[in-house]
């Protein structure tokens, strides 16, 4: 097959250039591009006002995008979850969340795996593939936005919560986020990065003047039990950890959100809560804490309500203030990294299809 032009590889000015060396008027190429980003289509085919002749080259000569689906569940709450192969034949997972209030969040990926090695992660479990390109971060919200733009829907915010760490892929990562504010028109109070706590990355970010939102994997209040969970702790301890989210609210006077996965008798006790408490008070900061999604690799179990409860509680009583995430698709192994596994298990057992997955 000759290779075809990837036209999410391309800025405007390069698609002007495509098609005017295609004898195409000049107006053709932000035609392609609405079509793009815009009112985003999943086939050359569904760009109506183009002339006939130019669907049929674009057809032979260009792709909308590099990624395969090579399995997708829908949750019982409407959560789509879609595993990717790259073209080199590596899986990248992306998740879409419908809410009751109109917002559609996806949840994309930055590497095939992870080099970070929490425990409790199921992307971790399988270590680090490769970074992914900002083509190829960017082209995962693309796809939900096509899929919602034909059901007259639209996808409102995009989490790099995905398998990898975003910051560990740093440039793709902020070019990608670049990409779909100026092209796919996502807002930047709109976009969250997720880090494990890469402390340069964090100050660095602090700097890009961008107004994108930045949540920190937080999960211990004391570098014994972070560094246990999270060895990223052990190169960047919570005192350093801290510092930069400081630097991080001076520099831009927007909040942080520390993301704590609760599990039972493990970080959920009363202790982890008051040094918690007594670690962000004063701080522009918000507790998000999401019960456990249990992994394979991992023995861990999700805390109860009430737990969650108690642990607020306390919290409250040092001015943090906390939430809990409602768990999405668990039905279907929406948790980070997790359909992947699900599928490698089946795929070692026998060969799979989309039914057999759990
Ligand atoms: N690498 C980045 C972003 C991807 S992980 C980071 O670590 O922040 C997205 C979020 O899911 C992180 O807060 C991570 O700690 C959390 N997470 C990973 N595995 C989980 C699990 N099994 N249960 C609950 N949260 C999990
Ligand atoms: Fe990587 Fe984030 Fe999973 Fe840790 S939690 S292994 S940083 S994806």
Known sequence: MPSTINLYDLSL??????LSGWGQPRFRAKQVW??????PVASFEAMTDLPGTLRERLTAEASLGVLTVSAERTSKDGTVKRLYELPDGQLI??????????????????????AMGCTFCATGQMGFARHLTAAEIVEQAVHFAQILHAEGDRLSNIVLMGMGEPFHNYDASIEAVRRLMADLGIGARHITI??????????????EGLQ????????AATDDERGAMLPVNRRYPLADLMDACR???EKTGRRVTFEWALIAGKNDTPEQANML??????????VNLIPLNPTGGYDGRPSDPEAAKRFIALLEGYG??????VRRGIDIDAGCGQLKSAVIRQQRAKTITIDDIP
């Open 277 to 286: 408490g007594e670690m962000l008070t004063g701080m522009l900061a918000h």
């Open 13 to 18: 000015d390069a698609l002007t250039e495509l």
């Open 320 to 325: 943090v203030s906390a939430t809990v995430r």
């Open 247 to 249: 630097y991080y609210i």
């Open 93 to 114: 997972e992306s998740v879409m969340m419908p809410y009751d209030d109109h917002r559609r969040t996806a949840c994309i990926s930055t590497q095939a795996g992870c």
């Open 212 to 219: 994108v939102k930045l949540a920190i994997s937080l999960h």
């Open 194 to 207: 997720s880090t494990v706590g890469l402390v340069p990355q964090i100050r660095q970010f602090a700097d």
């Open 34 to 39: 609405a079509w793009l980003y815009e009112k």
